[in-house]
């Protein structure tokens, strides 16, 4: 925390599209959605509208014993977007949440159907899924892990596929081979598809998924398809899995972070029949006793609801062509003999510095403001998730900056 003082945080008041506003007056194109939640830009008048709109017709009620219709609208609408594979929701607040209710899911179902020797998680190395205790024990990220290493589950890592290191292959037998030595033991492996964003976002194909979903369901494995980062059109589907098999879906996907247009706190869990069934008793002891005093709050889920109504207007072609714009634009960076790795899948665009030097990130960060962006780097990966409201001039700003950056933050090491 000591790093404040020579990085100070920025005091903002206010924000339009995909542009915020300081104290001063100063403006930054926010080219990282704010951690990747803005996906319509700030303060969008239709999501404002509907929040104000729902505010004054109920603020909350609880869902234990209680039901309202926008909940009700939001998760039929999600389901439907499945093609019904996955036709249960549960509701929460945030993404770590949401990782953890898929995780105690998991566990119990699998408990319940009498494999009570399958206790442990898989994850992929380098991953990141969040920094409550369960969702920590599913991260793969030294930095937030260490402090509470004694508090965390026994997870197995397993190899990461990357197509900078085109290792596709490599990472598929090394999950077999786990899964024939100790598949047993597994209720779950969780993944984020596409995109790994927070171990410096590397990517991989679909058809890697589709192995790995192929793996999972041979050795009874349930998958958890993480999408709290990479859903809600950032890879160029509203769910990224869409890209994989929409006739074969994982026993588990979260959303969160977009979810909302980034105006409310979320999340959604959406899970296979097995599961649901697994809790369907009039045994109380069997039902899956897990709450949160917000969940399926109706100002967020009207919210959500708007930004289904984007998604149902034609937002995915939007998406298509904004990442042509963002490609064509850092089209300039090929060859360019400080980085490497030059990466993108939809809205997520990457590379990786050579020779970043001490404090790259933050460094970058700084000069980024010089040059009206907000960016956070990830290591020596420099990225950008920008909210959908992207033009080719946009586009070619945000090149302009981030070379402008490059090129002052480089030439002080």
Known sequence: MARLQSCPPLAIRSGHDGWLFDESGYRYFDSVSSWWVNILGHTNH?????IVRQANELSHVMLGGCTHEPAVKLAERLALKTGQHLGHVFFASDGSSAVEIALKQCFHAKAIQGQTARKRFACLRNSYHGETIGALSVTDVPLFQNSYRALLNDTII???PDNRANNENEALKALSDLLE???HELCALIIEPRVQCGGGMSMHSAQYLRQVRQLTRQHGVYLIADEIAVGCGRTGTFFAWEQVNEADWPDAVLLSKGITGGNL??????????IFESFLSDDFTRGFLHSHSYTGNPIACAAANVVLDYFDEG???TIH???KFLSHAFSRFDGDSRI???RQCGMILAFDVKDAGENFAERFHLQGRTEEILTRPIGNTVYLMPPYVLSQELADFLADAIAKCLDKVLNRC
């Open 340 to 342: 490497s790795g030059l």
């Open 315 to 317: 937002l995915e072609d």
């Open 181 to 183: 030595k100790q598949g």
């Open 46 to 50: 239709r999501i404002t509208e509907a």
């Open 158 to 160: 397993i190899d990461s």
């Open 265 to 274: 706190p979320l999340s959604v869990v959406l899970s296979s029949e097995e």
């Open 321 to 323: 062509q904004q990442s």
